[in-house]
């Protein structure tokens, strides 16, 4: 079982859609990244959390600690959106451990 | 733009050849981390520098090795080239040695340098 699990793998949504996608994480982390992965290959961090919620723009995201669940919510989804979604643990130590990603696509 | 640069973006080589692919970290970033991205692997980081000094290893190759200079760019090498190394190789900057132990800390990643082996 990989430390980090994301759902779903898929997800084709319609524009304007809320779209959610889920992590959840079996190791202990001090903090969890959401990394964007665009087409073209190029990696862009999204948010990193420790606690709560953070937003920027139409992206949320969310951590449980105790339920050890990350959540990064979409609203009003747009084509440009389509992308690989990557959540990244940080265990205690220097390294990440990444999930499989989600490959999101936004039709119009 | 992250700040991060990455060369070459695309490499196309020979199994059993050497690359360097090289980092450039964001101005002021000391830590430099090297990850790679294949199909059936996905992100898995191989090799963390910080201001010069290795600072944590990962699931790096003996064929593979890495450094970082007094500027603070970093370089990785592949020797011994295999099919499988295929892959994208990216590079990831931050301030701290220790990752995101500050609340403000990310990582910055650059574009990534495919690097395809026949």
């Known amino acids: 079982k990989n430390e980090v699990e994301q759902s779903p793998q898929n997800l084709t949504a319609q524009e304007g859609e809320f779209i959610t996608i889920n992590c959840s994480y079996s190791?202990?982390?001090?903090?969890l990244h959401w990394l964007q992965q665009h087409p073209g290959g190029g990696i862009v961090s999204l948010f990193m959390?420790?606690?709560g919620k953070k937003k920027h723009g139409r992206l949320i995201a969310t951590i449980n600690i105790q339920e050890k669940h990350s959540s990064l919510h979409i609203t009003a989804s747009h084509p440009r959106d389509s992308a690989v979604y990557i959540c990244?643990?940080?265990?205690?130590?220097?390294?990440?451990?990444f999930g499989a990603g989600t490959i999101l696509r936004v039709k119009s | 733009d992250s700040g991060v640069t990455q060369t070459p973006k695309h490499l196309i080589t020979a199994t059993g050849q050497r690359v360097t692919l090289r980092c450039s970290p964001r101005?002021?970033?000391?830590?430099v981390y090297w990850y790679q991205q294949s199909l059936d692997q996905g992100l898995q980081f191989l090799i963390q520098?910080?201001?010069?000094?290795?600072?944590a290893k990962g699931n790096i190759l003996e064929r593979f090795s890495a450094q970082q200079f007094p500027d603070l760019h970093s370089e990785l090498n592949l020797s011994s080239l295999e099919l499988g190394d295929s892959a994208l190789y990216f590079c990831?900057?931050?301030?701290?040695?220790?990752?995101?132990?500050?609340?403000?800390?990310?990582?910055?990643f650059g574009q990534g340098t495919r690097l395809t082996v026949v």
């Open positions: 990831a900057s931050s301030v701290l040695g220790t990752p995101f132990s500050h609340p403000n800390t990310e990582a910055f």
């Open positions: 190791v202990g982390i001090s903090a």
């Open positions: 959390l420790s606690s």
């Open positions: 990244a643990a940080r265990p205690y130590g220097n390294k990440l451990v």
């Open positions: 101005s002021g970033d000391l830590s």
């Open positions: 520098y910080y201001n010069g000094e290795e600072r």
